[in-house]
């Protein structure tokens, strides 16, 4: 084990020791709202920086697939709305894993044979399209979304105490981040790292480009499953409105502020976007109606305006380059990440008219 | 695969992209075919097969109740005119400039609403009683033709110049990162619909037709349609598709953009002003969104959420027609507009009603397309 490799291990011991003591430091309000919401936001944005990051596609339909992996799990357990099919909810989670995978599966079909950011508007598209299957389909959404549902024992309830929910939420998290980082590292992710840079020379070794893609991508899509049903059982509700646009563009949000090219980057940029949503409020200047308390949106979109003006590398980007420059002992010299600085997208060919 | 094998080794040339419409006599026949896969694949079979059967089933529903199919078609036809509009501004700066413009729905939501502040603020012409407006105030106000038009092209100018902002203020410098000017256009959209929700409130609104506009005309068979989808929606589609084709097959500009199509390096060594052809061509594409804006906030309305559903539409119709080719974009209007108007109608199958199903149809749509060509029907190669 190298060096660098025994410091990331002891951060993470670190990392996680730090918040396996949260619940005693903070209070309840904390640790529900702004750290189990930063966890579970943090998987569903794990699932879309792992192929952004490995891969190189940026995929939107990592919502699309965690709303119908919330909205399974909705429809299967004793809920109001919706079919309460009164399933135990360890079954439910299951299905909900299951078909949202697969469903995550036949997106990545088609889309993995596309590139770029044709990858990125025909996923848009899909979870677009989920959002308007469960706005027509209230047989299946509800009216007024689907409530109160019905949550394993593991998690007690939220309300009365957050611990619980709270535990098992980081467990996933702690999980999902080895499991991918684990899986960059097979054969298989190196091969995915490969045929993100060379996807001709990929193809010319003998490897079939698209199915490889198609896989990763229902990786992903089981990663964002998992999240979906952190995520209801989070809110013990689901609604269309819950996995809209907006949400999609709020998990793209968390993953580029965090850094798209680093897998923590994911958490990282959900406790920002967690502790943003509870505490901006109270500081946010009132400019007549452009600026203020109601102007949420408004300033989680100037947030993302300016980092990814300044910093492609989002957070994890700006903390590497300043330790690189630390480490050098001269500020100004080349920063390391160089490849998350650049628009990994861009052709170098379009670079020159400039 | 082979077809998606011969796409990405071709995947060094980063702008051969076409503007089908514009393309010299040449490409045009080699788009017909998918690089690599003429001839009748299972894929393709699967897909006639399928649309062998929608037609007949259209046909026999047809022939129930003939006045009904046409006003459905007719419906079909005016959204696929109003898609056209917007679809093919998206695709016109994305085909020279390899810029998603994410934030084109936004810029079509907010011509929308100019024109209407405009319209309520100088042309409402208020009838005699000044009270009670909530109620009575529809049948008491009046509306000139110049209270339609003038909204109308100040707020398209107005959204032409926003457009050639953007792209001056945040795109430029970004030239060739696409992902990284799809993330600003992202960013600016979210801002944009916040912006929006604050200034015009989240109650849905429509701009008004001017008083003296039949509100129908009578077409052969009996058949009434609504004056402003059929004549004026169809019609500004129909001249907006002509403007384009002259504009890039015709003029020197058109010229211009179809060789920075090909090769923009080329293009700028030859001492033409690259820059600016691209803010021309942002300006025009911007200047579509807000004109379909304003159609569309007339034709249906304007409402938070607007902004995404015409995205969504626009990215659409692109993907099925091939991102950067006008052709393209009329012909994947027409299919999602004919298919979202049919589906909304005739999804039902004795006492089942699947209407509720329809957006599947859509998807379906855009998957078929997509499987036998992923880069659309007259894409090719980026």
């Known amino acids: 084990v190298s060096a660098r490799g025994r410091s990331g291990w002891l951060s993470l011991a670190v990392v996680i020791a730090v918040a396996a003591l949260a619940p005693l430091a903070f209070s309840e309000f904390f640790v529900s709202v702004v750290l189990t919401k930063a966890l579970w936001l943090g998987v569903a944005a794990a699932s879309l920086t792992f192929l952004s990051a490995y891969g190189g596609m940026v995929s939107l339909a990592q919502v699309g697939i965690y709303g119908v992996s919330g909205m399974v799990y909705a429809n299967l357990v004793l809920a109001d709305g919706g079919n309460a099919a009164a399933w135990s909810p360890w079954l439910a989670a299951l299905a909900a894993l299951?078909?949202?995978?697969?469903?995550?599966?036949?997106?990545?079909?088609?889309?993995?044979?596309?590139?770029?950011?044709?990858?990125?508007?025909?996923?848009?598209?899909?979870?677009?399209?989920?959002?308007?299957?469960?706005?027509?389909?209230?047989?299946?959404?509800?009216?007024?979304?689907?409530?109160?549902?019905?949550?394993?024992?593991?998690?007690?309830?939220?309300?009365?105490d957050p611990a619980p929910l709270y535990y098992t939420t980081l467990a996933v998290s702690v999980l999902v981040f080895l499991a991918l980082r684990y899986a960059s590292r097979t054969p298989f992710g190196l091969a995915l790292q490969g045929l993100r840079d060379e996807p001709a020379r990929m193809r010319a070794l003998g490897f079939d480009v698209t199915?490889?893609?198609?896989?990763?991508?229902?990786?992903?899509?089981?990663?964002?499953?998992?999240?979906?049903?952190?995520?209801?059982?989070?809110?013990?509700?689901?609604?269309?409105?819950?996995?809209?646009?907006?949400?999609?563009?709020?998990?793209?949000i968390i993953a580029v502020v965090g850094g798209l090219y680093r897998l923590e980057?994911?958490?990282?940029?959900?406790?920002?976007?967690?502790?943003?949503?509870?505490?901006?409020?109270?500081?946010?200047?009132?400019?007549?109606?452009?600026?203020?308390?109601?102007?949420?949106?408004?300033?989680?979109?100037?947030?993302?305006?300016?980092?990814?003006?300044?910093?492609?590398?989002?957070?994890?980007?700006?903390?590497?380059?300043?330790?690189?420059?630390?480490?050098?002992?001269?500020?100004?010299?080349?920063?390391?990440?160089?490849?998350?600085a650049a628009g990994a997208e861009g052709d170098p060919a379009t670079g020159g008219v400039k | 695969m082979s077809h998606a094998t011969d796409s990405d080794r071709d995947g060094q040339a980063p702008d051969a992209d076409l503007l089908a419409a514009a393309g010299p006599a040449g490409t045009t026949t080699e788009t017909e075919l998918?690089?690599?896969?003429?001839?009748?694949?299972?894929?393709?079979?699967?897909?006639?097969?399928?649309?062998?059967?929608?037609?007949?089933?259209?046909?026999?529903?047809g022939a129930d109740d003939p006045r009904k199919f046409a006003v459905v078609t007719l419906n079909g036809l005016t959204l696929a005119a109003l898609l056209f509009v917007v679809a093919s501004g998206f695709t016109l700066i994305f085909g020279l400039m390899r810029v998603v413009n994410m934030a084109h729905g936004s810029l079509y939501l907010l011509g929308g609403y100019l024109a209407l502040e405009m319209q309520d603020h100088w042309f409402k012409q208020e009838g005699a009683s000044g009270l009670g407006l909530s109620l009575s105030g529809n049948d008491e106000t009046t509306y000139s033709l110049v209270s339609w038009i003038v909204p109308l092209l100040l707020a398209t100018a107005i959204i032409g110049v926003i457009g050639v902002l953007i792209q001056q203020v945040f795109l430029r410098w970004n030239q060739g990162q696409d992902l990284r000017q799809a993330l600003i256009t992202i960013a600016l959209s979210v801002i944009f619909a916040d912006q929006m929700l604050a200034a015009f409130g989240g109650i849905s609104k429509d701009i008004k037709t001017p008083t003296d506009w039949p509100t129908s005309i009578n077409l052969p068979g009996d058949v009434r349609f609504g004056f402003f989808r059929g004549v004026v929606v169809l019609g500004a589609a129909l001249a907006i598709g002509a403007g384009l084709y002259l504009l890039i097959k015709k003029t020197r500009f058109g010229k211009i953009v179809r060789a920075g199509v090909d090769d923009r390096d080329m293009v700028a060594t030859l001492g033409i002003n690259v820059q600016l052809v691209f803010?021309?061509?942002?300006?025009?594409?911007?200047?579509?969104?807000?004109?379909?804006?304003?159609?569309?906030?007339?034709?249906?309305?304007?409402?938070?959420?607007?902004?995404?559903?015409?995205?969504?539409?626009?990215?659409?119709?692109?993907?099925?027609?091939?991102?950067?080719?006008?052709?393209?974009?009329?012909?994947?209007?027409?299919?999602?507009?004919?298919?979202?108007?049919?589906?909304?109608?005739y999804l039902v199958f004795g006492d089942t009603d699947l209407t509720n199903y329809s957006i599947l149809l859509t998807f379906a749509l855009l998957v078929g397309v997509l499987a036998v060509r992923p880069l659309g029907l007259f894409g090719r190669p980026a």
């Open chain 1, 98 to 160: 299951v078909i949202a995978t697969a469903v995550g599966l036949g997106f990545g079909a088609i889309a993995s044979r596309s590139e770029g950011i044709y990858f990125l508007m025909i996923t848009l598209a899909f979870s677009v399209l989920v959002f308007y299957f469960f706005s027509q389909v209230t047989t299946l959404s509800g009216f007024g979304g689907v409530n109160n549902l019905d949550l394993p024992s593991l998690v007690g309830d939220p309300v009365q």
């Open chain 1, 211 to 252: 199915r490889h893609r198609m896989l990763a991508f229902g990786l992903a899509a089981f990663v964002a499953a998992i999240a979906g049903l952190l995520s209801v059982w989070y809110n013990r509700r689901i609604s269309p409105g819950s996995i809209s646009l907006a949400q999609t563009i709020d998990v793209l």
């Open chain 1, 265 to 340: 980057g994911a958490w990282l940029g959900a406790l920002v976007y967690a502790l943003l949503d509870n505490y901006s409020r109270e500081y946010t200047p009132e400019i007549g109606n452009v600026l203020g308390p109601e102007r949420f949106n408004t300033l989680i979109g100037i947030v993302f305006l300016v980092i990814v003006l300044l910093s492609p590398g989002g957070l994890m980007g700006l903390w590497e380059s300043a330790r690189g420059q630390l480490a050098r002992g001269r500020p100004g010299g080349s920063s390391p990440p160089g490849r998350a």
């Open chain 2, 34 to 61: 998918p690089p690599g896969a003429g001839g009748w694949s299972p894929q393709r079979v699967t897909l006639v097969a399928i649309a062998v059967v929608v037609v007949i089933w259209l046909l026999v529903k």
């Open chain 2, 279 to 345: 803010a021309g061509a942002f300006l025009i594409g911007a200047l579509l969104a807000g004109f379909g804006g304003v159609l569309g906030g007339t034709m249906i309305a304007l409402a938070p959420g607007e902004d995404t559903s015409f995205l969504l539409s626009s990215l659409i119709v692109v993907i099925i027609g091939g991102m950067g080719s006008l052709g393209g974009a009329a012909i994947g209007a027409l299919a999602l507009g004919l298919v979202d108007a049919y589906a909304d109608v």
